[in-house]
């Protein structure tokens, strides 16, 4: 069954560095989404991407945070200087065209120290 | 816009006890709906989704929801805990006019008791 694979599933960075979590969607989705999931607490928006371009991002997505499809398979979430807030599970999502369901990765564990 | 309130952060039964999970919904559209179950450290699996076909939705594990339009609510439920039920269940709407991006409730830990 196809699914969407993330990687590194646990990465350890400290504050001020640049990160780069990385997704592969289901190979014929068009429709990508980063969510966040602060420790205990809900699964939240960040962005979705279509078409080479951002579609809709929540506040939580400021200017240090950028989207990228590097090539026709992966799908990366960059954090420029990562701060201790950003620790959290991040989650890549894909979606195909006419889907009603968003496919979940199993997430990227991010800790910063 | 579009949210989801799920009652109780918490929900404790027996083994054996039925499973009966809240979730309330607001959208002004047609939503799509969906249970994820998360257990510790681990990603989100889907249980089971309503996308406007029948109102009764099954999933795996022998889960089960209601949508019902008139309470605005996707309750989910299963008849005998198990054990392994234990852990975190999260409701979730999304919509086509929103992107179909999914927004998710705060989610209930479900602890059972021996």
Redesign the interface.
Known sequence: EPEVTQTPSHQVTQMGQEVILRCVPISNHL?F?W?RQILG?????LV?F?NNEI??KSEIFDDQFSVERPDGSNFTLKIRSTKLEDSAMY?C?S?GTG????F????T?LTVV | AQSVTQLGSHVSVSEGALVLLRCNYSSSVPPYLFWYVQYPNQGLQLLLKYTSAATLVKGINGFEAEFKKSETSFHLTKPSAHMSDAAEYFCAVSSNTGGFKTIFGAGTRLFVKA
Not at chain 1, 99 to 102: Q, S
Not at chain 1, 104 to 107: I, K, L, T, Y
């Open positions: 429709y989404y969510y607490q809900k699964v939240e928006f979705s279509y579609s809709e989650f999502a979606r889907g009603t369901e968003a979940f990765g199993q997430g564990r």
